[in-house]
Every structure is written in C-alpha cells, then in structure tokens.
C-alpha cells in the first residue's frame, strides 16, 4: 500500500510516529521482468512523542500535548542538551535491525534528561523545544544512515508522515528540515496517507 508505482524512480520514505517512532523506506514496485529489485528497510529509530507529551504535562497538568506546536515554536533548541540526547545509545547504532519501544526510553529516563536540563539552566519551554528537534533529527539521521543509494544523496523527496503528530505544525516543519539536511534535497511538502488515498484513521486497523 505504501511503495510508491513502478513508473516512480523514487523511493518512498515513510514515517509513523507514537509514543516511539518508526521508519519504512520503501523503493518502486519493480517493473515488469525486472529481476534485480531492492527490497524495503525498516526500523525503529527512536523516541516519538512519549517526551514531548510528558514536558507538556509537567508544564500545564491539564495539557495532554503540544497542541499544534505552539509551546515548542515559543522555546529555544538548547544544541548543547540535544547533543547529549543523541549520545543515546539506540542513536549511535551503526547496523540494522533496530527496534525500540516504550521500555527503552522509560519515564525514568525522561526525568533524568529533564534533571540535567534544570541543572543547566534549561527551562521546561526550552527543553520541551530540544525533545521536539530531537524526534525530528534522530529520524533524519537514520534517514541518511539506513536508506543506503535510494534514499540519502538528494535521490527522494517523497516524504509520508503518519500519526497525531501531523497536527503539530512546528515539528512538521523541523523534520522537513532535518530531512532536506540530512538527505541533500528540497521537499515540497511532507504528505500524509490522504494524499496517497488512505485513510488515516483506517491505518492501525488495516495493518
């Protein structure tokens, strides 16, 4: 449902995103009696929303997340603790598979980011900021790492995002960034499942 037609010559890059987040490279269907086709590559880069949501909580209890983006466009990245987030060990993994989920980014380890953000001055606005641009980076940079000839090197802009996280306008916009960054290449715009005839809300079942 995902890869894009064999008429493509681009691969598809998809991106869903929970509490964690995952990453489908997806190549063209072959086309007819082509032999030598690339298979799809998937993986589970790292942290989705699960930070996110709980800096927004410690913030405003009454809040269940950043609606739209907005407390995280009013904060500053602090690049000295996103740094230091990317030192996380799922993050330097040089070699596939990569799989994560809530265990391995516990709330425990949420309070210890966030105790070493206090202890550098960094308020909740600012590091709420930093956890937004890390979820948007770690995926860019595995992006580059993993897509291997089809993906990094300015060969796709054909971007799917999946997920709440569509309506956050600030972090949509700081992974189209990272990935015309770290992938060399303008993209127009990140599609979602409607552009390519899905239903969003149909996506979780039908999988």
Known sequence: ?????????????CINIGGTSSITLCPPWPKKNETNTALPIGLDPGLGVFFMDLTVRALNSSLEYDDGGKLARSGTLN????AKFLQNKYYQKQELP??????DFPETLWAEWRALAHKQGVC???LLTTLTE???????????????NGVAGGKTDD?????????NTYFVERLKANLEEQLEVKIERI??????GLEEESWENAM
Do not use: Y
């Open 124 to 126: 909740d606005i600012d």
């Open 79 to 82: 690049e000295d603790l996103l």
């Open 191 to 196: 599609k979602t499942l409607d552009d390519i």
């Open 134 to 148: 890390l979820t948007a980076k770690q995926i860019a940079l595995a992006c580059r790492r993993f897509g291997g």
């Open 1 to 13: 449902m995902l890869r894009p037609s064999a008429e493509s010559h681009k691969w598809r890059i």
């Open 159 to 167: 971007v799917l995002l999946r997920g709440g996280i569509i309506a």
């Open 98 to 103: 990569i799989g994560v989920g809530p265990n």
